[in-house]
């Protein structure tokens, strides 16, 4: 069965400063890949996705994620974090075409201070 | 657009007490529909997923049932809720061949 590692409970960052949030996961075929965010007090969002092509893909207000097939990594990055980044991060992975089931990781909360 | 609702948003039973989370889904049809929870310090653990009217599949045995009485309405219940029950659920659909999951607000179940 497949298994998504978020290496981080919480991070504390301040303002500005550069995130990034590790994810690794343990399916070795074809993966779709998947950043959700939930604000506190909101519903669970979409932040990014990884189907095929270019293994850097961006997403909603400055994020992006890079697939390392290689170390089966999809690790999420801002290069400047604000204020309204405060939230819960969840890495995400569902085994292509046909799977029914999208596995997440534990989450990550965010917090930055101003 | 597609809009997906799920009720009531928070939810205190005791109990034994038994349980209707509804979910319904507007502006798409035949999609998947699931039911994950949300346990604190967990992660989100796929309870039930329906790929269409009167079929369920259940991942984890546990006090909890699903049904799909409609194309686009999926309800989780319980008979007799136990403490373990309480958590943070959360209706989700998806459509087409590109996986991408979408969630609902949520609902806050407090047994008590």
Known sequence: AQSVSQHNHHVILSEAASLELGCNYSYGGTVNLFWYVQYPGQHLQLLLKYFSGDPLVKGIKGFEAEFIKSKFSFNLRKPSVQWSDTAEYFCAVNSGAGSYQLTFGKGTKLSVIP | ?112
């Open chain 2, 1 to 112: 657009s597609q809009t997906i609702h799920q009720w009531p948003a928070t939810l205190v039973q005791p109990v034994g007490s038994p349980l209707s989370l509804e979910c319904t889904v507007e502006g798409t049809s035949n999609p998947n529909l699931y039911w994950y929870r949300q346990a604190a310090g967990r992660g989100l653990q796929l309870l039930f997923y329906s790929v269409g009217i009167g079929q369920i599949s259940s991942e984890v045995p546990q006090n909890l049932s699903a049904s799909r009485p409609q194309d686009r309405q999926f309800i989780l219940s319980s008979k007799k809720l136990l403490l373990s029950d309480s958590g943070f659920y959360l209706c989700a659909w998806q459509t087409g061949s590109r996986n991408t999951i979408y969630f609902g607000e949520g609902s806050w179940l407090t047994v008590v």
